[in-house]
């Protein structure tokens, strides 16, 4: 650990420990995360906590990049994969696959269902850590669906992504924890349906200190429940 994250660590130790030894949660709860995840998976939860915890304040950071929750003084970040610094802990909320969708206008002049044909079409790729700008998907025939083609617009974030596949930019990949739910509010057109890209994790991640804090438990205990209520909605 660097000298930086030192002086950062040892700058909030007192409000770490004094947050500590109250078991019931109030305080600052600092937490980070896209657009997309902050909207759909973040907000509801705090919304929750903080009616079941009025002591609690919330403060939400909107980042793609997956900041080093050490550095920025934060409790807890949401991203895609496990963090590589080994001084973090990182607990599992979900894991969920990769689908591709497009705007309801633009499936309606594009075969979406022809996987030779989806190939071809412009492409969207989310450009955040955790996502790979190669896209491959199976369907149930086991045959997998490669795009070669070079994308078209690199997105900073997931719902910028979205904004644009909405608007007839094209197809984009997204975990279908998110566009499943855009599907069911009429928002995107799910591109060949039935084939998937490889699953991948959701993690909230956070020092080891912050695993103690009252809130930072609840908060993950919530986040937990509520992705897999996501999951299993109709």
Same mark, same amino acid.
């Given at each position: 650990m ?9 700058g909030s ?14 305080g ?6 896209s ?11 705090l ?8 002591? $609690? #304040?919330a403060? /939400?950071? %909107?980042?793609? @990049?997956? *900041?080093?929750?050490?550095? =920025? ?30 705007g ?10 022809d996987?030779?044909? $989806? #190939?071809?079409? /412009?492409? %969207?790729?989310? @450009?955040? *850590?955790?996502?790979?700008? =190669?896209?491959?998907l199976?369907?149930?025939d ?7 083609k ?18 007839g ?26 084939? =998937? ?22 908060f ?5 429940e ?7 909605r109709?």
């Amino acid at each position: 650990m660097d000298a930086a994250r030192q002086a950062t660590e040892a700058g909030s130790s007192a409000e770490n420990v004094l947050r500590t030894v109250i078991e019931e949660p109030q305080g600052a709860l600092r937490v980070a995360a896209s657009a997309l995840s902050a909207q759909y998976l973040v907000s509801p939860v705090l919304a929750r906590l903080t009616a079941d915890y009025p002591l $609690v #304040t919330a403060h /939400i950071k %909107v980042t793609a @990049d997956g *900041p080093d929750p050490l550095a =920025e003084d934060l409790d807890l970040v949401l991203q895609l994969g496990r963090p590589q610094e080994p001084y973090l802990i990182a607990r599992r909320i979900i894991g969920t696959p990769m689908k591709l969708y497009c705007g309801p206008d633009f499936a309606a002049s594009h075969p979406v269902d022809d996987p030779q044909a $989806v #190939t071809e079409l /412009i492409r %969207v790729c989310v @450009d955040v *850590p955790g996502t790979s700008h =190669e896209w491959t998907l199976t369907g149930q025939d086991g045959v997998p669906v490669r795009f070669d083609k070079t994308p078209s617009v690199f997105a900073g974030d997931p719902s910028v992504a979205l904004g644009l596949v909405r608007s007839g930019a094209g197809v984009t990949l997204l975990p279908a924890l998110y566009g499943d739910m855009q599907v069911r509010r009429g928002d995107v057109v799910p591109v060949l349906p039935g084939h =998937e890209a490889p699953a991948v994790e959701i993690f909230a991640v956070f020092p080891p200190r912050r695993s103690s804090v009252p809130a930072v438990r609840i908060f993950i205990d919530y986040l937990i429940e509520y992705a897999n209520a996501l999951v299993h909605r109709t």
